[in-house]
C-alpha cells in the first residue's frame, strides 16, 4: 500500500542544526521503522487470502466404499478436486509388483510400504502423473495399462508398474499414496 | 460568454426548482393529512443487551448453542440457513466429533451414488443448512403467500438487527387502545399477527415461540420465551457474522499500533519543522 | 516547470546514477514528492486531503484486485460469493470491510479536498487544468462506487442499478433503447452485472491515469496556499521531503486511526441493512436511497417535482448532472483576482451561510424519504445551489472589496518580508 512516510528517510531532515542530530535520528528513524512495520504487515493479510479457504479446507476428506471392487479393477474418485484411483489387486499383480528388486527402483517402495497391513490388495493412489500432473490411464476398464501392467501416463509417457510406482519414463517419483485409513472393512476414508 | 449562458442557466433551474417548491408547498398547505397506524405505532427494537455487544465483545458459547437448538427446532420449520455450513457448528464449541452427529441429525438432498437418482442423506461438516422448500414457490404455497426469508444474515439485513429479531419474537399481542382509539379501522387482516416491532404492524409469520419450554435445554437454563427468543437472536448475529469476535479482537493491535505510530510521527514531524519554524521574526 | 531555486537531484550511488541515465524515475519521484518540490511553506491541514485520496485510491485498487479472486460476477451466485469472502476466505471479511469503507473514506476525503479548493479557489488560473481534471476524477469516482455498490447483488445493489440506469430513461427519443443497451436486458440481471464488474476493475486504473495527469498538471504552477498568493521566491517554499512528506505521515496516521477503526468496529455503520438481503426483482425496498455519497445529487435528481415544459424527471435528470458540469466552468464564472476566502469578506459569507448550510441540507434530505419538509427544503437548497455557482459567484466577484492580501507568504508566516520595502521591480528580481 501506498505510504507517503515510507519514502522519508531520516538522515535528509537534518539539513538544519547541528545540535540535537541525534535525538532527531531516533525520532524520525522509529516514525520511518513505524511505517515500515505497519506496511509489512499489511502483507499477512494479502498474502494469506490467496491460501485455500475454509470450505476448500472443509472438503479435504473423502469416503470410498471399496465393496464392490472387484480382483483388477479399479474406481475413480475425488480427493481434494484431484482424481484419486482405488485398485483391487489381483494375486499376479501383487506377485508382480513384489517380484522386483526394491533396491532397483527410481523410487524404492515396497508393496507393503504402499498399502496397508491386512487390505494388501487394496492399492489407493492419487491420479495424478508425478511428472506434471496429467492424469495417467490404466484404472478405466479397457484403458493401456503401460509395459509394466500399471498405470500409463500418455502425456509424457512414464510407466507405472502394479503397484503404481515410477518404472520407465520421466517422472521423478511413484503415483502419491494419500493419508488413509479404513473406516470399517469395506469403507476408507481419505485424508 | 461563459458568464451569461451561466447566469441564464442558473436562474432557469432556480425557476423551475420554486415552481416545484411552490405547487409542492401550495398542496402541503391545503391537502388533509392522512396519518397512518403504522407510522404512530411501529416501535424501535428493544434495549437488549448481548454477551457479544462492545468493542470487547466475546460470543456466549452456551447461549449460541442454546439458540442453535431453537432455530433447530423451532424457525429450521420454514426458515433456511443456506450461507451457514454445518462445519461452522464448530465455532459454538462443538468440537470435530460433535460437529459430525449434529450435521448427520439433518437432511440434505444428495445424489444416489449407483442410480444417479436424487435422495436424501444425512448431512455432513461440508454440507449447508437445507432449505426447507425445495423453491420459492412451494415456500410461498405453504405460506400464505409469503416466502418466509432466509435467516442466515437476518441481524446484518434490519437497522439494530438482533435487538429487531428479539423484539419482533417478543412483540406479539393485540393493538393497545390508544392504537385502537385513533384508528378505529384499523385492523389486522386474516392470517396475519399484530406485532408493533413490524414496520406495517401486521405481521405473515404466527408467533413462533408461543410458551415456555417449548424447547428443553440440555444445559437446564429456564427456557422461558424471553430466553428462548434472546437465545436464538444471539446465534442469528452469529450467523450473521461468524467473524465479529475475530474482527473485534484484531482491531485493537491494529489501532494501538497505529496511535503508537501515529505519535512517533506526529513528534517527527514537530521536530522536522522546528527546522523551519523559528526563523519566525520576533 | 518548478521554481529555480529547486534542488536538483544528485544520485547518490552507482545504481541511482544508472538508472537516472537510463530511466529517470528516482529523479521524477525526486521532483514530484520528493526534495525537489519547493512548496509554500504555509499550507494548513487541508492540503493534506489530496495525499490521502490517493492513498485511499491505491488501497481500494489493492484491496479490489484481491477481491476480484474471490468473486463471481454472475446474478446466480454473487450474493453467496461475497458472504464466501466474508466467511471461509483468509481475511476475506478485513479486505471486504476495508474495501467498502475505504469507498466511504475515498470519497470523504476527496469532498474535503474540493471543499478547500472552493473555499481557497484553487481553481483559479494558473490552476485550471489541475481543477478540470480533478472534476474528470470525482465524475469517474462517482462512476466507479456506483458499479461498485452493484456488486454484491443485494436488494439495494439491484434497485440502486435499476432506478439509476433508470434515469438515462428519461431521455426524450434515445432513453428507452439506451436504458435497455445499458444494462443489457429490460431490468439489470446478468448482463449489466457482468459488464458492471468489468467497468468496475477498469475504471480505477483510468482514475490513476487521471490523477496522475492532475498531479503532472500541479507541478506546473506548484501548489496552492492558503493566502492565494503566488509564491515569490525561496523563503516562501519548503522542501516537500521532509517538510511535507512529514505532515502528510502524521496526517495518514490520523486518516487510518478513523478509517480502520470503522472498518474493525463499525464496519457497516455507513451502509444500508437492506444490501444484505439478496436482490429480489419483485420487492422494492421501502426506503432506495443510494450510498450517502451521492445524497447531494440524489436530492437535486428529486426536487425536481412537477412538470414544466419538460417533465419533471427529465429536469430532475438534468439538474443532477448540471450541479457538477458546473464546476467545470468555476475557473470562469468566479473573475475575482483574489483566490483566498480568507481575504474575500462578500464571498466567505455566501459560502460559509449558503454555500455549505445549502450542501448540509441536500445531505440530509437525500438520504430522506420522499415527503414532507425533506421535498420542500431540498428544493430550496437546490435553488441555492444554482444560484451560487451561477448567478452570485460571477456578481460577487465584480462588487466585492477583498481584504488587503500579505506582500508575500513570507510575510503571511514570519510577520514581514525585507522584500515588501523595496519598489516592486527589485522585489521581483529578490
Not at chain 3, 479557489?121 to 469516482?141: D, H, N, Q, T
Not at chain 3, 439538474?319 to 475575482?336: E, Q, R
Request: proline share 7%; charged share 15%; glycine share 8%.
Amino acid at each position: 500500500m501506498a505510504d507517503t512516510t515510507g519514502t522519508a528517510t531520516p538522515d535528509t531532515a537534518m539539513d538544519h542544526g547541528e545540535d540535537g542530530v541525534r535525538r532527531r535520528d531516533f525520532i524520525n528513524i522509529a516514525a520511518v521503522s513505524a511505517a515500515g512495520v505497519g506496511g509489512a504487515s499489511v502483507l499477512i493479510p494479502l498474502i494469506s487470502q490467496m491460501a485455500p479457504s475454509q470450505d476448500v479446507l472443509a472438503e479435504s476428506s473423502t469416503e470410498v466404499d471399496v465393496s464392490a471392487i472387484e480382483p483388477g479393477q479399479a474406481i475413480k474418485a475425488i480427493f481434494r478436486k484431484q482424481p484419486l484411483f482405488v485398485k483391487r489387486l489381483t494375486d499376479e499383480e501383487i506377485e508382480a509388483a513384489n517380484a522386483v528388486a526394491v533396491d532397483s527402483l527410481r523410487d524404492a517402495q515396497s508393496l507393503n510400504d504402499r498399502t496397508l497391513e491386512g487390505h494388501r490388495d487394496i492399492l489407493v493412489t492419487m491420479g495424478v502423473c508425478t511428472h506434471l500432473g496429467c492424469v495417467p490411464l490404466g484404472a478405466a476398464e479397457g484403458e493401456v495399462k503401460g509395459e509394466y501392467g500399471g498405470y500409463f501416463c500418455p502425456c509424457h509417457g512414464s510407466h507405472y508398474d502394479t503397484a503404481g510406482r515410477i518404472r520407465k519414463g520421466p517422472a521423478p517419483t511413484n503415483l502419491e499414496v494419500p493419508e488413509y485409513a479404513f473406516t470399517s472393512e469395506t469403507v476408507i476414508q481419505v485424508g | 460568454m461563459i458568464r451569461i449562458g451561466g447566469f441564464l442557466i442558473g436562474i432557469g433551474f432556480t425557476v423551475v426548482v420554486l415552481w416545484s417548491f411552490a405547487v409542492g408547498a401550495y398542496n402541503f398547505a391545503t391537502e388533509e393529512k392522512v396519518g397512518a397506524a403504522e407510522y404512530e405505532f411501529h416501535k424501535k427494537p428493544k434495549d437488549v443487551s448481548f454477551e457479544h455487544d462492545g468493542a470487547f465483545g466475546k460470543w456466549d458459547t452456551a447461549q449460541l448453542q442454546r439458540g442453535y437448538q431453537v432455530y433447530k427446532e423451532v424457525c429450521a420449520a420454514c426458515h433456511s440457513l443456506k450461507f451457514v455450513a454445518f462445519r461452522d457448528l464448530a465455532d459454538l464449541g462443538y468440537n470435530e466429533d460433535e460437529v459430525k452427529a449434529l450435521a448427520a441429525e439433518w437432511t440434505v438432498p444428495g445424489i444416489d451414488q449407483d442410480t444417479g437418482e436424487a435422495i436424501t442423506r444425512p448431512g455432513t461438516p461440508v454440507d449447508y443448512f437445507p432449505s426447507p422448500y425445495p423453491n420459492d414457490i412451494a415456500a410461498a404455497a405453504g405460506n400464505n403467500n409469503a416466502i418466509p426469508p432466509d435467516l442466515s444474515l437476518m441481524t446484518k439485513a434490519r437497522a439494530n438487527g438482533t435487538a429487531y429479531v428479539y423484539s419482533l419474537l417478543t412483540g406479539y399481542g393485540e393493538p393497545s387502545e390508544e392504537l385502537k382509539a385513533k384508528y378505529p379501522d384499523f385492523s389486522t387482516p386474516p392470517g396475519l399477527s399484530f406485532n408493533e416491532y413490524f414496520p406495517n404492524l401486521n405481521l405473515a409469520m404466527a408467533q413462533p415461540i408461543v410458551i415456555d419450554d417449548q424447547v428443553t435445554y440440555a444445559d437446564g437454563t429456564a427456557a422461558t420465551v424471553d430466553q428462548m427468543s434472546k437465545d436464538v437472536s444471539a446465534f442469528l448475529a452469529w450467523t450473521a457474522e461468524p467473524t465479529l469476535i475475530e474482527r473485534k479482537q484484531s482491531g485493537w493491535p491494529v489501532l494501538g499500533f497505529l496511535l503508537f505510530a501515529t505519535i512517533l510521527a506526529f513528534f517527527a514531524k514537530k521536530q522536522i519543522w522546528s527546522a523551519a519554524k523559528p526563523k519566525k521574526a520576533e | 516547470m518548478s521554481f529555480p531555486w529547486a534542488r536538483e537531484y544528485q544520485p547518490t550511488n552507482g545504481l541511482m546514477k544508472f538508472f537516472d541515465e537510463k530511466l529517470p524515475l528516482p529523479r521524477l519521484v525526486y521532483n514530484a514528492v520528493g526534495a525537489g518540490y519547493p512548496v509554500p511553506r504555509n499550507l494548513s491541514y487541508f492540503w493534506n486531503f489530496g495525499v490521502l485520496a490517493g492513498f485511499f485510491l491505491m488501497v481500494q485498487i489493492v484491496t479490489g484486485v484481491v477481491l476480484a479472486m474471490h468473486y463471481a460476477a454472475n446474478s446466480e451466485v454473487a450474493f453467496f460469493q461475497v458472504e464466501h469472502i466474508m466467511r471461509d476466505v483468509n481475511w476475506g471479511w478485513l479486505m471486504r470491510y476495508a474495501h467498502a469503507n475505504g469507498a466511504h473514506f475515498f470519497f470523504i476525503v476527496v469532498y474535503f479536498h474540493i471543499f478547500r479548493g472552493l473555499f481557497y479557489s484553487s481553481y483559479k488560473a494558473p490552476r485550471e487544468m489541475i481543477w478540470l481534471l480533478g472534476v474528470v476524477i470525482f465524475l469517474l469516482m462517482m462512476a466507479t462506487a456506483f458499479m461498485g455498490y452493484v456488486l454484491p447483488w443485494g436488494q439495494m445493489s439491484f434497485w440502486g442499478a435499476k432506478v439509476i440506469t433508470g434515469l438515462f430513461g428519461a431521455i426524450p427519443l434515445v432513453g428507452e433503447p439506451l436504458q435497455v443497451w445499458l444494462v443489457g436486458g429490460y431490468a439489470p440481471d446478468n448482463a449489466a452485472l457482468n459488464r458492471f464488474f468489468s467497468l468496475h476493475f477498469l475504471l480505477p486504473f483510468v482514475i490513476l491515469g487521471v490523477v496522475i495527469l492532475h498531479v503532472w498538471a500541479l507541478h506546473i504552477p506548484g501548489s496552492s496556499n492558503p493566502t492565494g498568493v503566488e509564491v515569490k521566491k525561496e523563503s516562501d517554499t519548503l522542501p516537500f521531503h521532509p517538510y511535507y512528506t512529514a505532515k502528510d505521515g502524521f496526517g495518514l496516521g490520523v486518516a487510518l486511526i478513523l478509517y480502520l477503526g470503522l472498518v474493525f468496529f463499525l464496519p457497516n455503520i455507513l451502509g444500508h441493512p437492506d444490501n444484505y438481503i439478496e436482490a429480489n426483482p419483485l420487492a422494492t425496498p421501502a426506503h432506495i436511497l443510494p450510498e450517502w455519497y451521492f445524497f447531494p445529487f440524489y436530492a437535486i435528481l428529486r426536487a425536481f417535482t412537477v412538470d414544466f415544459i419538460l417533465s419533471a424527471k427529465l429536469w430532475g435528470v438534468l439538474a443532477m448532472f448540471a450541479s457538477i458540469l458546473v464546476w467545470f466552468f468555476l475557473p470562469w464564472l468566479d473573475k475575482s483576482p483574489v483566490r483566498s476566502g480568507h481575504y474575500r469578506p462578500m464571498f466567505r459569507k455566501f459560502f460559509w451561510f449558503g454555500l455549505i448550510p445549502c450542501m448540509v441540507v441536500l445531505f440530509i434530505c437525500g438520504g430522506a424519504p420522499a415527503e414532507e419538509p425533506y421535498v420542500m427544503l431540498s428544493q430550496i437548497a437546490t435553488a441555492y445551489y444554482f444560484l451560487h455557482f451561477l448567478v452570485f459567484l460571477p456578481l460577487i466577484s465584480s462588487i466585492e472589496k477583498p481584504e488587503p492580501l500579505p506582500y508575500s507568504i513570507t510575510e503571511a508566516v514570519l510577520g514581514t518580508d525585507e522584500d515588501a520595502k523595496l519598489p516592486a521591480s527589485d522585489a521581483a528580481k529578490a
